[in-house]
C-alpha cells in the first residue's frame, strides 16, 4: 500500500514560517490533502487538492505538491497554530485512505 | 451547519462486540459516502472504512475484513459501525468523517468529535 512520510516534529517561533513535508513515491500525480488536529480534539481540514483552502482558513495556510514531496506552508505562525498535522492522499488502486505518520508542529 | 455525531462506545472485552453510530445533520446524507477512521492513543488516523452514497459498496482495511461492517440508514441519517471479534488493538478513538471528491481526488471534509473504544479484560 502507499506510504507517506512525514517528519516527526518541527519547531518554529511566532511570526516565521513553519514548513511540513509529506514524502511519498511520485506523489505529485496525486491529490494531497492536509489536517490540522490540536490535542483533545478532531482532525480539521485546512487544505485540500495539494493547494486549495476550505471556506475560514487563513491564507497563512498554504500547499504545494512536486515530484516526491508535498508541503504543507504555515506563513506567520501564530502559538494557535501550534498541534499535529498530518497529510492525506486517497489511493486510486485499492480505494483506501492513507494518511501520513503525523508532524507536531512546536511554536517557541 | 453540518453536525456529526458519534455515539456507542464503551468498555468492552476482547472478542466482544459493540456498535458505534453516527447521526449526520445539516446536510443532504445520503449524497455523500462516508467513513470510519480510528485513532489509538499517541497514533495518526487510520481509515477502517467507508460506504457508498446508496450502501451498496464498502470497503475496509485489511486489519478488521470479517469482523467489522459498516452500514448506514439514508432515512434516518445515520451511519454505524458493527465491530465484532474485538481484539486490544482495537482500542481507540472512532470518528465518522464526510467524503468529499473532484474526480478521482478524495477527502474527508467534516469530521464528529469522536467515540471511544476500550477493548480490554
Known amino acids: 500500500s502507499y506510504v507517506l512520510t512525514q517528519p516527526p516534529s518541527v519547531s518554529v517561533a511566532p511570526g516565521k514560517t513553519a514548513r511540513i513535508t509529506c514524502g511519498g513515491d511520485?506523489?505529485?500525480?496525486?491529490?494531497v490533502h492536509w489536517y490540522q488536529q490540536k490535542p483533545g480534539q478532531a482532525p480539521f481540514l485546512v487544505v485540500y487538492?495539494?493547494?486549495d483552502r476550505p471556506s475560514g482558513i487563513p491564507e497563512r495556510f498554504s500547499g504545494s505538491n512536486s515530484g516526491n514531496t508535498a508541503t504543507l506552508t504555515i506563513s506567520r505562525v501564530e502559538v494557535g497554530d501550534e498541534a499535529d498535522y498530518y497529510c492525506?492522499?486517497?489511493?486510486?488502486?485499492?480505494?483506501?485512505?492513507?494518511f501520513g505518520t503525523g508532524t507536531k508542529v512546536t511554536v517557541l | 451547519e453540518v453536525q456529526l455525531l458519534e455515539s456507542g462506545g464503551g468498555l468492552v472485552q476482547p472478542g466482544g462486540s459493540l456498535r458505534v453510530s453516527c447521526a449526520a445533520s445539516?446536510?443532504?446524507?445520503?449524497?455523500?459516502?462516508m467513513a470510519w477512521v480510528r485513532q489509538s492513543p499517541g497514533k495518526g488516523p487510520e481509515w477502517v472504512a467507508h460506504?457508498?452514497?446508496?450502501?451498496?459498496?464498502?470497503y475496509y482495511v485489511d486489519s478488521v475484513k470479517g469482523r467489522f461492517t459498516i452500514s448506514r440508514d439514508n432515512a434516518e441519517n445515520s451511519l454505524y459501525l458493527q465491530m465484532n471479534s474485538l481484539r486490544v488493538h482495537d482500542t481507540a478513538v472512532y470518528y465518522c468523517?464526510?467524503?468529499?471528491?473532484?474526480?478521482?481526488?478524495?477527502?474527508?471534509?467534516?469530521w464528529g468529535q469522536g467515540t471511544l473504544v476500550t477493548v480490554s479484560s
Open positions: 487538492d495539494d493547494s
Open positions: 511520485n506523489i505529485e500525480a496525486i491529490s
Open positions: 460506504i457508498e452514497k446508496d450502501g451498496r459498496e464498502k
Open positions: 492525506q492522499v486517497w489511493d486510486r488502486d485499492t480505494d483506501h485512505y492513507v
Open positions: 468523517a464526510r467524503n468529499r471528491h473532484i474526480g478521482a481526488r478524495r477527502w474527508l471534509d467534516y
Open positions: 445539516g446536510f443532504t446524507f445520503s449524497a455523500y459516502r
